[in-house]
């Protein structure tokens, strides 16, 4: 509990208790103060991003004098303003804009089909207490399997085109929302159906009104993991067959001996998937702000 | 509006796996011959030693389950499962986390099939009578416990049930909390002049509380005995905790439970592995 709550809630609990009868009229507890949000001052939001930001800027400088100084072979690893220079080449000419675009489009449709078909199917399936029983032997041992070891059998089955490609990432990224949908909803809070239960809830407003918000963030645990899967499955994929995108980028460059390129597909890969996730946490955010703040 | 209640012979048992293997399936009686009547409007407390089904009870009350033998009537029509004439209070608040208190009050009035616009005014309403007013927008992480029991106490009211059901509704709370809670739960309850049942297993809440107490008997639960409370003027503004009254009826139940603490220890020990 934060502490400016228990302030209002003081009164409110702890009146002046006459023992005998009870007080004749309430009284009122003074208006609650509104949620004190992390205070915005300036010089505090400066400090905040100056210690996210240390370690990055650190790294990068260590990029940027190890290969000057001679610490490594410059030419396997550029010094980072060459990369740089490489990564705005590479946007000038138009090559990082069609790769990115061939990569996000494939990873956005795998990762999409993944959402609509893990968290519906994770709903009926945790729903259904036998099925889930029947089949999480089978769903374990699937998650366990490396989506990456099954490429090649995509590939033979699917072929090289777009298919195969969206159909790996589709597969990888249902697995972790199919899981934790399944075990939000089967750890909704007994209390909260027993609850649904004595106030004669029918089956569907109980799934509409308790299982599925109670659900919410543990499925958004499964769709942020998902997310990051989808993109580290589909650069593994480009890398073996591809004609576009940011793991062929990678890959091509490697082979080509255009280090500073390939150095600059590999940072636009990160930097992508750390945006995805932000965005999905935020959207995650938004959500669940009924939680409590895990830091409280 | 308010109900009487009354349990004629109420008998539940559970199968249980037996000491004799896995095989052997033996009865477990949590519940034998309950005889209870409760009059309209009454204020009943139940306490017992843990495990003597008191919650078992209440479920049954509530139509979540169904006795073995007996009935249990409501206003002389016999329980056939749950609706929205009996209400309980959970000891866990049970409030939907991702529902302000106003949404969660809402709630138990969606189920009745309440307009929107009623919902609202009626919870904002029933929020007023526990002492709520102005904490209608904060989320259940945001209240303390005490409060939090409040705002459920307000959704079991806002649907006007003719029958309380309170499971040791105030256990998790602090003691200053608790007390200041029963006292509020009095006012209430002289306001609406609903039937409340209330379990606990604290002697003492139970006689502040109750203007019964019935005590059950340890495994199978059975009512030992219903010792009417009196004591005295309650309005009057003393401690009553401390009055010769509370401190008799309060040795009175204590002595009618301690015999049956002792035996459902003992019964413990038996039936836990050497």
Known sequence: ?296 | MTASISFRGVTKTFPVRGSGGARQRTEFTALDRVDLDVAAGEFVALVGPSGCGKSTLLDLLGGLDTPTAGEILLNAKPVTGPGPDRSTVFQQYALLPWRTAQGNVEFGLESIGLPRRQRAARAREYLGLVGLAGFEERYPHELSGGMKQRVAIARSLAYDPDVLLMDEPFAALDAQTRESLQDELLRIWRRTGKTVLFITHGIEEAVYLGGRVAVLTSRPGRVKEVVPIDLGNRAEDQDLRSSPEFARHRHEIWSLLRDEVSRAQQLEKEAAPV
């Open chain 1, 1 to 296: 509990m934060s502490t400016d709550l228990t302030a209002p809630a003081l009164p409110a609990d702890h009146p002046p208790a006459p023992a005998g009868g009870p007080p004749a009229a309430d009284p009122p507890p003074p208006p609650p103060a509104p949620p004190s949000r992390r205070t915005g001052r300036p010089a505090t939001l400066l400090l905040t991003a100056a210690t996210k930001s240390v370690a990055i800027l650190l790294l990068l400088a260590l990029w940027e004098v190890a290969p000057r100084a001679g610490l490594v072979d410059r030419t396997f690893l550029p010094p980072f303003s060459e990369v740089a220079r490489a990564w705005w080449g590479l946007l000038s000419d138009g090559q990082l804009a069609s790769n990115t675009q061939a990569s996000l489009t494939r990873s956005l449709v795998g990762f999409g089909l993944a959402v609509v078909i893990g968290v519906p199917l994770g709903l009926l399936i945790g729903w259904y207490r036998a099925v889930a029983d029947l089949l999480s032997p089978l769903l374990e041992l699937f998650r366990n399997t490396a989506a990456l070891a099954l490429l090649p059998v995509f590939i033979l089955i699917l072929g090289i085109g777009e298919t195969s490609k969206i159909s790996i990432v589709l597969y990888a990224c249902v697995w972790p929302i199919l899981l934790n949908t399944i075990s939000a909803v089967r750890t909704v809070d007994p209390t909260l159906l027993r609850l649904a239960r004595s106030l004669n809830l029918p089956p569907l407003r109980l799934f509409q009104k308790v299982i599925l918000p109670a659900s919410v963030p543990a499925v958004f645990t499964g769709i942020r993991l998902a997310g990051s899967v989808s993109i580290l499955v589909l650069v593994a994929a480009e890398m073996v067959g591809a004609k576009a995108g940011l793991g062929y980028l990678i890959n091509a460059s490697q082979f080509n001996f255009a280090i500073p390129q390939m150095y600059a597909g590999i940072v636009t890969i990160s930097v992508l998937g750390l945006l995805f996730n932000q965005l999905l946490v935020a959207l995650e955010r938004r959500f669940t702000r009924w939680r409590a703040p895990l830091s409280a």
